[in-house]
């Protein structure tokens, strides 16, 4: 997603007909009085308010705008929000589509906990999970939350929301009751790797050593690690609670060592060291033929370009390939299948590993957590 503009700042205009000074905003004059000092000020306060809407016009008043209107101008406000987490607003998005479906025409003003509720049951279908029902309620109640602060509706609409109680364990029908995240086993991840890229693979082999997220390591290059001691250390600088101002680091024993040093060794300067670009030079190298010497090279099918980092999503779209063809080649070799698993479990086998040798303390500072009783979860 790319990174959202400021909108230009209107000029302050003078209309010599009607003696007036004026700034034109979406399209349409705002007349500002004759006093220059007097329509500066006017000027700085109007285009303040333009710029905190993102350049949106006026809204309608509090008990007209619509919810479809609300979530437009929440839509310019998370995309600025998340940009450095583009994943995330798509899934927000995506989420919010089935409800707007139903509620859009709505007034935003009537949408109150009967309606929420309403929406809330739609996904109690026997197969969604009662955390991620929850999730998504919540998620809505934000979007209102936020219009309440941008006065687009009465605060009383989000007081009134806020009474919808979560659905709790026990109490719930037709949701599942989640399963929780499990440490995977060794051989497992083992018996996969062979069926990965060899930068997905040793990223796998980096994640089950140190306990990192995977979104932690994936933009990793050779300059952002410190190998001056024993131990190598990487601070990053975008994580998941970069937010709240918290340093994260990473640390590489000697294991990881042996997985990024020669990564470290080969990686151009400034590239990521797992890159999906070594995949494809990989595909290429093992294709049955290759391009004649002087062959014209072939028209592209598309403008799709192939970016010089692995994002989240690819990493775990490639690790669930890997566990396919595993067990494909598994079937055919009449053998037991290996059970699914993702690499979040990967971040929970180092955690239990590091509390059974090292203890919760030991283990906490290395997942970099700010709570042990949030550690326990994972150990």
Same mark, same amino acid.
């Given at each position: 997603?790319?990174?959202? /503009?400021?909108?230009?700042?209107?000029?302050?205009?003078?209309?010599?007909?009607?003696?007036?000074?004026?700034?034109? =905003?979406?399209?349409?004059?705002?007349?500002?009085?004759?006093?220059?000092? *007097?329509?500066?000020?006017?000027?700085?306060?109007?285009?303040?308010?333009?710029?905190?809407?993102?350049?949106?016009? !006026?809204?309608?008043?509090?008990?007209?705008?619509?919810?479809?209107?609300?979530?437009?101008?929440?839509?310019?406000?998370?995309?600025?929000?998340?940009?450095?987490?583009?994943?995330?607003?798509?899934?927000?998005?995506?989420?919010?589509?089935?409800?707007?479906?139903?509620?859009?025409?709505?007034?935003?003003?009537?949408?109150?906990?009967?309606?929420?509720?309403?929406?809330?049951?739609?996904?109690?279908?026997?197969?969604?999970?009662?955390?991620?029902?929850?999730?998504?309620?919540?998620?809505?109640?934000?979007?209102?939350?936020?219009?309440?602060?941008?006065?687009?509706?009465?605060?009383?609409?989000?007081?009134?929301?806020?009474?919808?109680?979560?659905?709790? %364990?026990?109490?719930?029908?037709?949701?599942?009751?989640?399963?929780?995240?499990?440490?995977?086993?060794?051989?497992?991840? !083992?018996?996969?790797?062979?069926?990965?890229?060899?930068?997905?693979?040793?990223?796998?082999?980096?994640?089950?050593?140190?306990?990192?997220?995977?979104?932690?390591?994936?933009?990793? #290059?050779?300059?952002?690690?410190?190998?001056?001691?024993?131990?190598?250390?990487?601070?990053?600088?975008?994580?998941?609670?970069?937010?709240?101002?918290?340093?994260?680091?990473?640390?590489?024993?000697?294991?990881?060592?042996?997985?990024?040093?020669?990564?470290?060794?080969?990686?151009?300067?400034?590239?990521?060291?797992?890159?999906?670009? *070594?995949?494809?030079?990989?595909?290429?190298?093992?294709?049955?033929?290759?391009?004649?010497?002087? %062959?014209?090279?072939?028209?592209?099918? /598309?403008?799709?370009?192939?970016?010089?980092?692995?994002?989240?999503?690819?990493?775990?779209?490639?690790?669930?390939?890997?566990?396919?063809?595993?067990?494909?080649?598994?079937? *055919?070799?009449? =053998?037991?299948?290996?059970?699914?698993?993702? =690499?979040?479990?990967?971040?929970?086998?180092?955690?239990?590993?590091?509390?059974? #040798?090292?203890?919760?303390?030991?283990?906490?500072?290395?997942?970099?957590?700010?709570?042990?009783?949030?550690?326990?979860?994972?150990?």
């Amino acid at each position: 997603m790319p990174k959202p /503009s400021t909108p230009k700042a209107p000029k302050l205009c003078f209309h010599k007909g009607k003696n007036l000074f004026f700034v034109r =905003l979406n399209g349409e004059a705002l007349y500002l009085g004759r006093d220059e000092d *007097e329509a500066k000020r006017r000027y700085r306060i109007a285009v303040a308010k333009w710029w905190n809407r993102g350049g949106l016009p !006026e809204p309608p008043p509090p008990q007209q705008i619509t919810v479809a209107q609300v979530f437009d101008r929440w839509t310019v406000h998370a995309q600025e929000y998340y940009q450095n987490n583009p994943g995330h607003f798509e899934s927000i998005k995506a989420t919010y589509r089935a409800f707007l479906d139903v509620y859009k025409s709505m007034p935003a003003a009537d949408f109150g906990p009967l309606a929420l509720k309403s929406y809330r049951t739609g996904l109690c279908d026997g197969e969604t999970s009662r955390t991620t029902v929850n999730m998504k309620v919540n998620a809505i109640r934000r979007v209102f939350k936020w219009a309440v602060s941008e006065e687009l509706i009465p605060p009383s609409v989000f007081e009134a929301l806020a009474t919808v109680e979560g659905l709790r %364990q026990g109490r719930a029908h037709g949701v599942k009751e989640p399963t929780p995240v499990t440490d995977v086993r060794w051989e497992h991840v !083992e018996a996969c790797l062979p069926f990965m890229p060899s930068p997905v693979g040793d990223l796998v082999r980096l994640l089950w050593n140190c306990g990192a997220r995977v979104g932690e390591v994936v933009n990793l #290059t050779a300059r952002d690690i410190d190998t001056s001691g024993p131990v190598w250390t990487a601070t990053i600088t975008a994580h998941k609670t970069a937010y709240k101002g918290r340093e994260r680091i990473l640390c590489f024993g000697k294991n990881c060592q042996s997985i990024l040093k020669p990564r470290m060794m080969s990686a151009p300067i400034g590239r990521p060291l797992f890159s999906p670009l *070594e995949s494809i030079a990989e595909r290429a190298d093992s294709a049955p033929t290759h391009r004649r010497e002087g %062959q014209p090279e072939t028209p592209r099918k /598309s403008d799709r370009r192939i970016n010089a980092a692995y994002d989240v999503h690819a990493v775990n779209r490639a690790v669930a390939r890997s566990i396919a063809k595993c067990n494909a080649r598994r079937e *055919e070799q009449r =053998l037991a299948p290996i059970p699914h698993w993702h =690499l979040h479990q990967l971040r929970h086998s180092f955690a239990t590993r590091t509390r059974n #040798t090292l203890g919760l303390e030991a283990a906490s500072a290395a997942l970099g957590h700010s709570d042990l009783e949030v550690t326990k979860i994972y150990a």
